[in-house]
Structure formats: structure tokens, C-alpha cells
């Protein structure tokens, strides 16, 4: 099977051409291709396809994390997709329009030295009604921003909202004095999440600039999170910490996000194409 391997900002992806007659088997391909030491190493696989109906999408994909669980969305698997296409010449034109499981998402190209592209993403808006946010929390809380969540004997302040996809919030003052992969993995499988969540720590460096790291459902610890950093804006917002333009910081470099006013956010950030081969682990 060809594929191609590419990140964003250290956040990498298998990107295949998907078949429908193997759907069954997507999940198994994942856990196989994604492994780091028997496979190409990756974390996550994106299988796409053209659309030739209805005519307002150019393409679909799928994610499936490393575990072989599916995702709604990927903001940076977004970026990688469209690179994949330009720098192959599967598409011509500065913009794409992708079909995902949260919904059509608009890209634009907005600079390029390849093997390195810059994308504008239409990352839409963000989930914030408890009506339309999978939980199980019993009592139900007064509100998502502050919502305490208890594992073991502690209690974490977290903001809860979807991009399509779950993601659980934290504020810390500092990354070196905790243990954010260990609490990230609880987290993650909390019962109040009965789809699991990915899980943001954040420290708000002023108005207009946070860091953040990703615990991400279905892979771990990752470099970068494009739905991540997005959901962080969106939290570092609601609890009053930063404006309406924010640069995330990121282990793998900077992404700029902006919440609009007609409530859409976009994610501004590179994808890069990293190499084309030949997988034959079935």
C-alpha cells in the first residue's frame, strides 16, 4: 500500500488513499502502521478519498489514533491531508474543502516552501451546550467552565468542551512540578467520559499567548494538538485569562488561533511532508 508520512508541528500522521472494501480492517491497519517499532510509526493514520457527490466537498478522510480508535477531527491531521494532496498534485489550488466526521472543514493555502506548507483552517465553532457534549456526570454540575473532576483523592478544576471532538482543560502555573502525562491518562479514561477525552494543561504566559501540553485520546503525549489548541483558546477565553487572538505554544513549535466574532475559530499553522514509500504489513 502507498502512503505518506507527514507532521504537524511534530504531530504525525500515515496518510493512505482509504478503500472501502477494507473498512472492517481500518482500525487493525492503524495499530499496525502507527506502531513506532514495527511499523512506520505515527500517531494516528488518515485514510482519504475523493467525493465527486455532493459537489461541496473535495475530498473525505478518516483518523484513527494509534490505538485504532476512530476521531472525530484532527486540526493538524487537516493540514497534513492537504499538504499530502498539493505536494503530490492530487489537488490543484489554494483551497480544499474536507469532509470529516465533525463536518465539512475549509483550508486554505496560504504559503509554501515545500516540503513545508502553511494552512488557514475553518476549525468552525466550538461546542460549548452541555446538550450536545457527551458526558456522564452525576451530580450534573452548575456549569462546564470550573467543572471539578475527581480521581483518587484529588479534584481537578477543568473546562469542558467539544471541537467535534471531547477535550477536558487545565490550568497549571507550571509543567515542571506535575505530573501532566499521569494525570492526562486519568483523565482521559474518567467515567464522566464515556467516549474517553483528549486533555489540555495550560499555562497562560499573557493575553494574548499561552503554552499548552496534550495528553491526546488514543495516542498519549503528543507534540502538538490542532482540536487541542484550539479547545485551549477557547477555554483561556471563557475563564477570562486571554483576547480573542492567542499564539499557542507548543512542544513542537506555534500555532495562532483565533476566536471569531461570528464564533468560528481558525487555526493558522505549517504541515510539513516528511516522505512516500511502500507499506507491505498488510
Known sequence: MRFSKLEGLGNDFIVMPGNESKESGFAELA?????????????????????????????????????????ELSGNGLRCLAAHLIHLGL?????????TLAGLKHIQLTHRVPPEYVFEVAMGAPILERSRILLNLVPEPASLIGCKLTVGQEAYRTTITSMGN???SLFVNDFETIDWERIGRQLEAHPAFPNKTNVEFIMVRGRGEIEVRFWERGVGRTNASGTGSCAAVVAAILNGYTDRHVKVRTLGGDLAISWRDDNSLCLKGPARFICHGDYDGG
Open 31 to 71: 495499530q499496525r502502521v502507527c506502531n513506532r517499532y514495527f511499523g512506520v510509526g505515527a500517531d494516528g493514520l488518515i485514510l482519504f478519498r475523493p467525493v465527486f457527490q455532493p459537489a461541496d466537498a473535495d475530498f473525505s478522510m478518516r483518523i484513527f489514533n494509534a490505538d485504532g480508535g476512530e476521531a
Open 91 to 99: 489537488h490543484q489550488g489554494l483551497h480544499l474543502r474536507i469532509e
Open 166 to 168: 471531547p477535550h477536558c
